[in-house]
């Protein structure tokens, strides 16, 4: 069965305390890992996409990387906008459907 | 700026009646999606479109949830008859096939008393 495992479930950092957060995922044909954000009371925002080992997307603060079992999403010197809950999501071969990891409630204390 | 939007945001209903949720998909995207999310099952598919033909709809319970997209702007989750268990958040989401990202609503917030 296709499964998307996050970890920590909930991490508190100070302001500018870098970090990662895991994503690691066992699927049948990954076509592509996707990572979004979610604030409070709000829908799911894109973030990436990745595609292929070895890819590494960066917006900001943010680098996701990929490896051919888990991605990473590293966050450098944070701010506390930056508190969210960060979901990843994989694409598996012969499907659209997104399925999604159960997230990482990020906090940043000022 | 475009989005998609989700009517209502919030609903709050006896067990027993229908709920009928509506959500307007970005112009141009041609998969539209319905999501459900509790804080224990996470984000789950319910149901997706492409070009307004259901593709998957194995995530639904099938004797009480409906989905549909009567014309390409506008795709409706129904729940009749509703329970409580059906309590939830329910995201709608709109895509292009090429491109897979998705671009999600603001959620309609479901509670079933």
């Known amino acids: 069965e296709d499964q998307v495992t996050q970890s920590p479930e909930a991490l508190r950092l100070q302001e500018g305390e870098s970090s990662s957060l895991n994503c690691s995922y066992t699927?049948?044909?990954?076509?592509?890992l996707f990572w979004y954000r979610q604030d409070p009371g709000k829908g799911p925002e894109f973030l990436f996409t990745l595609y292929s080992a070895g890819e590494e997307k960066e917006k900001e603060r943010l680098k996701a990387t990929l490896t051919k079992k888990e991605s990473f999403l590293h966050i450098t010197a944070p701010k506390p906008e930056d508190s969210a809950t960060y979901l990843c999501a994989v694409i598996i071969q012969g499907a659209q459907k997104l399925v999604f990891g159960q997230g990482t409630r990020l906090t940043i204390n000022p | 700026d475009a989005r998609v939007t989700q009517t209502p945001r919030h609903k709050v209903t006896e067990m027993g009646q229908e709920v009928t949720m509506r959500c307007q998909p970005i112009?141009?995207?041609?998969?539209v999606f319905w999501y459900r999310q509790t804080m224990m099952q996470g984000l789950e598919l319910l149901a997706y479109f492409r070009n307004r033909a259901p593709l998957d709809d194995s995530g639904m319970p099938k004797d009480r949830f409906s989905a549909e997209m009567p014309d390409a702007t506008l795709a409706t989750l129904k729940i009749q008859p509703s329970e409580p268990r059906d309590s939830a958040v329910y995201f709608c989401a709109s895509g292009l096939v090429r491109v897979r990202e998705q671009f999600f609503g603001p959620g309609t917030r479901l509670t079933v008393l």
């Open positions: 699927v049948s044909g990954l076509r592509g």
């Open positions: 112009l141009g995207h041609n998969t």
